[in-house]
C-alpha cells in the first residue's frame, strides 16, 4: 500500500514527516507544474475552482508514479472543499485509473468512520506511535509556519534579492531533516538564526500589505504566483491572514495568524453577518482587521467560481470605501499569466507607498502581529 | 438581524400614517417561496412590490454592478434588486441557511443580504430573517417574529401571519407538484400545465431560478411544450423518491437544493419517468458543477436515458440553445418511434 494526498502548501512537510515516523509507506507527487494543471484541468467538470483541478493534477501524478492509496479531507460544507473526495474519486474513476479513495471526515458524528480508516491507514502502528507521530507533525508545521512569518516579515529587507527565500528553504532542510524533539529544538535555533542573518538594507522604509483569500491560493507559491515573494521584492512587509497550523489546529485561536477567529468574525460583521462557508467571512474581518492596525493595502486572492470568495469579493468594494484602505483581489485561474499578476502588484505597491507617504504615518508599525519580528 | 435603525424606522412610519411598501426582488428564491412572503408581509400590513419578470434591462443592469464570478442567478438577482430599490421602503432578502439538519444551501444564499446591502449607496433598508433549520425551531420562531414587529407590536397577529403563510405555501408547493409553473400557480397567468399527454416526456431538471426564468432561458419549457413534449420537474418528483435516491449515494450530498436535484434526476432514470432529461446548470454554478459528474456517473448505471447538459450564462445566444434543444427532441422522437416499432414487432411475433 502506498499512501499519496495532494499538495497543499507546507502540508509536505506535515505528513511525510507523519509517515516517516510511522514507518508507513507514502509516495510524494511531483511538485505542482504547469503539466499538473493541464491534466487536472482535463479531467476535472469545466468551471470546478482551481484546486480542485490542480488536486486532480496531483493524484494523476501520484497514481502514474505508483501510488494506490489516496487520502484526502472531506467535510460537511457549505464550501465545495468538503465535496472535493468524492469528485474526485468520480472524476479519476472516470479517467480509468486504479486506486482506492480514503476521505478523513472529521466531525463527531464520523468518528467512526475516521478511528476505522485510520486504523487500515496505519498498517498495524500501534495507535501511541500514531498519536506521537501526529504530534511531532504538528510541532513540525507550527515551526515551518514560524519560519514562514518571519520571512514575510523581512524579506523586504533584503540587501540582495531572493537571499530570504533560500535562507528559508535550507531552514526547512533543517527541520525536515529532524525526527525527534531535541532535534526540532535545536532545527529551530538554526533555522530562525538563518534567516536573521540574511544581510539586511537598513535604510529602507516598508510598506505594510496584508493578504487574505481562500487558503489554497495563499499558502501554496505555485498557485498565488509567487505573490508574497513578489511583494517582498517589492518592499513590503507582508502578512498572511491564515497559515497552516491555524487550519489544522481548529481551535478558533489561530496560533501563529494570531488573532481568534471571534475577533474576526466581529470585525466582518457590519459588512458580512453570518458565515458563507471557506474563508469568505474571515477575508472580510481580517481586511478589516489589517486597516485597524495600520497596514498600507490588502491583496485578497480567490480562485475563479470559489463560491465564498467571490461573496467576499462583492463585499471588499464596500469595506475599501468605507475604512478608506485599498483592496486588490486577484482572481486566479489555471489560465491566469504571472506576468498579469506582476504588473497589478507592482501599480498596487506603489499605490502603497504613496499612501503611506501621504496617509499613513511614516515608520509606524503595524500594531499588535508584531510578536514574532 | 433586527437592528436599531429598523424600529426607528417603524414608529417614524406609524406616524406617516402609510403601509410600508417592501419589495421582493423576482430572482433565485423568488420562484420557490414567493406566496409565503407575500401572504406574510401583506397579512402584517405591508405592501408587496416585486420587480416582474426578467428583462433585458434587469439583466444587464444586474451584470454591470455584480461581481464578473458570480453565477447568472446572482447577476439577475442583483438586477432585479437595483429595479426595485427606488421604488420601495425595503427589500426583503432573507437569508435560507439551511432547510434541515445537516444541510445547507448554496454559500451566495447565505451571503445574499450582505450582497444586496453594498450593491449600491442608497440601498433602502433590506430586511433578512436568518432561516436556519440546523438550529432550533426557536431560533426560526424568534426570526420570523423579529420580521413581524417590524410592522406590528401585536404578537398575535404575527403568529396567525405565520400559519397563514404557511398554508398559503403549502397549497401552493402542491400546486408546483400538480405540473403547474410559478407564475401560473400564483394566478399570475394563464396557459396550459406541463403535463397534458402529449406524445414526449422530458425531465427539465434544474433550479428553479433557472428553469422558470423566461428570459435567462430563453423560455425553454414553452418551446418543449411546443414541440409536443411533456415537462418534469424536480417539483413533480415526490419527495419520497428523491430522499430514496439520494441516501443511496455513498457521500451525503450537503447542500439542500442540489439533494433534490439529484433525486429528481436519478428516479426520473430509474424509475423510467421521462424519455429524456434536460440539465440546466447556470455557468459557475459552485454546487451543480460538483455534482453535474456524479449525476451523469450514477445515471449511466441506471441505463442510458439521453440526457442533455445546458450551461446558461448572459451570453447564452437563442440560436445555439434552439438548435441544440431541437436536435434533442428530435433525437428522442426517432428512438421512441424506434422502441415501438419493436414493441410492435414482438407483439406480432407473438
Known amino acids: ?373 | 438581524m433586527n437592528n436599531g435603525d429598523n424600529i426607528s424606522f417603524t414608529t417614524e412610519l406609524g406616524m406617516e400614517k402609510r403601509s410600508m411598501r417592501v419589495g421582493v426582488p423576482s430572482g433565485l428564491l423568488y420562484y420557490r417561496y414567493f406566496p409565503l412572503w407575500k401572504s406574510f408581509l401583506e397579512y402584517l400590513g405591508a405592501e408587496v412590490e416585486e420587480s416582474g419578470k426578467t428583462t433585458r434591462a434587469i439583466l444587464s443592469a444586474g451584470v454591470s454592478k455584480a461581481e464578473n464570478e458570480s453565477c447568472l442567478p446572482v447577476k439577475v438577482f442583483y438586477g432585479h434588486a437595483l429595479a426595485l430599490k427606488d421604488r420601495v421602503d425595503a427589500i426583503f432578502v432573507p437569508r435560507l441557511v439551511s432547510l434541515e439538519k445537516k444541510t445547507h444551501t448554496c454559500p451566495k444564499l447565505l451571503g445574499l443580504p450582505d450582497l444586496v446591502r453594498s450593491a449600491a449607496e442608497d440601498m433602502p433598508m433590506v430586511i433578512s430573517p436568518t432561516i436556519d433549520f440546523h438550529r432550533s425551531l426557536w431560533f426560526n420562531y424568534r426570526a420570523v417574529y423579529s420580521i413581524g414587529r417590524i410592522f406590528t407590536s401585536n404578537p398575535f397577529r404575527i403568529i396567525w401571519a405565520g400559519i397563514h403563510a404557511w398554508r398559503r405555501h403549502r397549497e401552493y408547493q402542491k400546486k408546483l407538484a400538480e405540473g403547474w409553473e410559478p407564475l401560473l400557480a400564483m394566478g399570475k397567468e394563464k396557459g396550459s400545465p406541463l403535463c397534458e399527454g402529449r406524445k414526449l416526456r422530458i425531465g427539465v431538471i434544474g433550479h428553479h431560478y433557472n428553469i422558470y426564468d423566461t428570459f435567462t432561458t430563453m423560455s425553454l419549457l414553452e418551446r418543449l411544450k411546443g414541440y409536443g413534449a411533456d415537462i418534469i420537474t424536480v417539483d413533480m418528483v415526490p419527495d419520497a423518491w428523491k430522499e430514496e435516491e439520494v441516501s443511496r449515494l455513498p457521500k451525503r450530498i450537503y447542500w439542500n437544493y442540489e439533494r433534490e436535484l439529484v433525486g429528481a434526476l436519478l428516479a426520473c432514470a430509474r424509475r423510467r419517468l421521462v424519455d429524456g432529461i434536460i440539465f440546466i446548470i447556470s455557468f459557475a454554478c459552485g454546487p451543480d458543477s460538483m455534482i453535474h459528474i456524479l449525476c451523469e456517473q450514477e445515471k449511466r448505471r441506471l441505463g442510458n436515458i439521453p440526457m442533455l447538459t445546458l450551461v446558461i450564462d448572459e451570453h447564452t445566444g437563442e440560436a445555439g440553445l434552439i438548435t441544440r434543444i431541437e436536435a434533442f427532441v428530435d433525437m428522442l422522437n426517432r428512438k421512441k418511434k424506434r422502441e415501438d416499432r419493436e414493441k410492435i414487432g414482438e407483439l406480432v411475433a407473438v
Not at chain 1, 232 to 253: I, N
Not at chain 1, 298 to 320: D, N, R, Y
Request: glycine content about 8%; charged content about 25%; proline content about 5%.
Open chain 1, 1 to 373: 500500500m502506498k499512501i499519496a494526498w495532494p499538495h497543499m502548501g507546507s502540508l509536505e512537510v506535515v505528513l511525510t514527516s507523519l509517515f516517516d515516523e510511522m514507518e508507513v509507506d507514502y509516495i510524494l507527487p511531483p511538485p505542482s507544474s504547469q503539466r499538473t494543471l493541464e491534466i487536472g484541468a482535463k479531467h476535472s467538470p469545466e468551471f470546478a475552482c482551481v484546486p480542485l483541478k490542480t488536486t486532480v493534477g496531483n493524484l494523476i501524478e501520484a497514481i502514474e508514479k505508483g501510488a494506490d492509496t489516496l487520502i484526502m479531507v472531506a467535510g460537511k460544507g457549505p464550501c465545495r472543499f468538503g465535496f472535493y473526495a468524492e469528485t474526485q474519486r468520480r472524476v479519476l474513476e472516470e479517467a480509468g485509473y486504479q486506486f482506492r479513495m480514503f476521505p478523513l471526515e472529521f466531525h463527531w458524528d464520523k468518528l467512526f468512520e475516521l478511528v476505522k480508516t485510520i486504523n487500515y491507514l496505519k498498517q498495524g502502528r500501534s495507535w501511541a506511535r500514531f498519536v506521537r507521530a501526529v504530534r511531532f507533525a504538528l510541532h513540525k508545521a507550527y515551526l515551518v509556519d514560524q519560519l514562514e512569518q518571519q520571512a514575510l516579515h523581512q524579506r523586504w529587507q533584503d540587501k540582495q534579492e531572493g537571499a530570504t527565500s533560500a535562507a528559508l528553504k535550507k531552514a526547512y532542510q533543517l527541520i525536515r531533516e529532524s525526527s525527534s524533539f531535541e532535534e526540532l529544538d535545536r532545527a529551530r535555533r538554526e533555522a530562525f538564526q538563518l534567516l536573521y542573518e540574511v544581510p539586511k538594507d537598513e535604510g529602507r522604509e516598508p510598506i505594510y500589505i496584508g493578504i487574505v483569500g481562500e487558503f489554497y491560493l495563499v499558502l501554496d507559491p505555485f498557485f498565488n504566483l509567487g505573490t508574497e515573494e513578489q511583494l517582498g521584492r517589492l518592499g513590503a512587509y507582508v502578512e498572511r491572514a491564515v497559515y497552516l497550523t491555524d487550519w489544522l489546529r481548529p481551535s478558533g485561536k489561530n496560533p501563529v495568524g494570531g488573532v481568534p477567529d471571534r475577533v474576526i468574525e466581529e470585525a466582518a460583521r457590519p459588512y458580512l453577518s453570518h458565515t458563507v462557508g471557506g474563508e469568505g467571512i474571515k477575508s472580510v474581518g481580517h481586511a478589516v482587521l489589517f486597516k485597524k492596525e495600520g497596514f498600507d493595502g490588502v491583496v485578497h486572492l480567490l480562485p475563479f467560481t470559489c463560491m465564498p470568495e467571490t461573496i467576499a469579493k462583492g463585499i471588499l468594494p464596500m469595506v475599501s470605501k468605507d475604512l478608506d484602505i485599498p483592496i486588490l483581489s486577484l482572481v486566479i485561474d489555471e489560465q491566469t499569466g504571472k506576468a498579469g499578476v506582476a504588473t497589478r502588484l507592482e501599480a498596487f505597491a506603489d499605490l502603497a507607498r504613496f499612501r503611506r507617504k501621504k496617509v499613513n504615518h511614516r515608520g509606524m508599525l503595524p500594531a499588535f502581529r508584531t510578536h514574532l519580528a
